[in-house]
């Protein structure tokens, strides 16, 4: 599975993104994927999953502002970002593993967000 991540950018203080992350390879539908970011000088950390079932789950600081969701069509998870603060500033990345596994095996490139204040 390849994941190719994109739709960053620039925005203000309040704004909205949405980034997509396209896989290849077949089974897509019984992965779970992940949304995760880091900004500079941090660990990277957990943004948002969303389980084979459909179950989804958030960090605590983007619930209600962030929405993950997965077209199984289309091989893509995309990660809605309203309200965006200064704080979200960060590489996205997106990962892939199967639910049986513990760490994630596959990893998108990353995608840069700005929010400027």
């Known amino acids: 599975v390849q994941l190719q991540a994109s739709g960053g950018g620039l925005v203000q203080a309040g704004g909205s993104l949405r980034l997509s992350c396209a896989a290849s390879g077949r089974a897509f539908s019984t992965y779970v994927l992940t949304w995760f970011r880091q900004a500079p000088g941090k660990e990277r950390e957990f943004v948002a999953i969303s389980w084979s079932d459909g179950g989804t789950s958030y960090k605590d600081s983007v619930k209600g502002r962030f929405t993950i969701f997965r077209d199984n069509a289309r091989n893509t998870v995309y990660l809605q970002m309203n309200s965006l603060k200064p704080e979200d500033t960060a590489v996205y990345y997106c990962?892939?593993?199967?639910?049986?596994?513990?760490?994630?095996?596959?990893w998108g490139q990353g995608t840069q967000v700005t929010v400027s204040s």
């Open positions: 990962a892939a593993k199967l639910a049986t596994r513990v760490e994630y095996n596959y």
